[in-house]
């Protein structure tokens, strides 16, 4: 089955530690998306990628860093200079940049 | 930068009845789609609308397209406590997709 794969489901992070969100598709898509989204809120854009080893920031990257070395990958890290890190986080991908997107199930972060 | 916003915010009706929710934009769209998020799940596509089309249909849904006014509209009819969701309007301009906040229909059987 193709998909888009997020894990793990729940992580807790302590003050001052970075943590990582994995994400990963079998689909064969080119681009991939990293959202924050809070309670009640719509999606807001962390980081895209529209091609391996190529990333943008979009519209809340402070704090957050990534990486895409492999087509099926892009990993999110939340680092200890993101204040406000409790949030459900979802990655999706599509073909291109204006193509439907396909979600995973997100990671919800919460703070110790 | 959130584009699309949809209204209402949350809508509560009847099973069997029709819900329609409504999504305004500001700036021109190559498309707009309409996406489903059951709670603690993520987005499912449901129907993507080029902006040389003004309706399209898919099941029980029927979107419209009006780019004179930025807006538009999902229709799902007949429905179901199923349906029950957060419903968003995301659009495509010479960025990724924006997202709006969403409107919540609570579907009562």
């Known amino acids: 089955d193709g998909g888009i794969t997020q894990s793990p489901k729940y992580l807790f992070r302590k003050e001052g530690q970075n943590v990582t969100l994995s994400c990963e598709q079998n689909?064969?898509?080119?681009?991939m998306y990293w959202y924050r989204q809070d309670p009640g809120q719509g999606l807001r854009l962390i980081y895209y990628s529209q091609i391996v080893n190529d990333f943008q920031k979009g519209d809340i990257a402070e704090g957050y860093s990534v990486s895409r070395e492999k087509k099926e990958s892009f990993p999110l890290t939340v680092t200890s200079a993101q204040k406000n890190p409790t949030a459900f986080y979802l990655c999706?991908?599509?073909?291109?940049?204006?193509?439907?997107?396909?979600f995973g199930d997100g990671t919800r972060l919460s703070i110790l | 930068s959130q584009q699309g916003e949809e209204d209402p915010q949350a809508l509560s009706i009847q099973e069997g009845e029709n819900a329609t929710m409504n999504c305004s934009y500001k700036t021109s769209i190559n498309n707009l789609q309409w996406y489903r998020q059951n709670s603690g799940r993520g987005l499912v596509h449901l129907i993507l609308i080029r902006s040389n089309e003004r309706e399209k249909h898919s099941g029980r849904l029927r979107v419209t397209l009006d780019t004179s006014k930025k807006s538009s509209s999902l229709l799902i009819t007949a429905s179901r406590a199923a349906d029950t969701a957060s419903y968003f309007c995301?659009?495509?301009?010479?960025?990724?997709?924006?997202f709006g906040k969403g409107t919540r229909l609570s579907v009562i059987a």
């Open positions: 999706a991908s599509s073909i291109n940049g204006g193509a439907p997107q396909h």
């Open positions: 689909l064969n898509h080119d681009a």
């Open positions: 995301a659009t495509d301009g010479n960025t990724p997709l924006v």
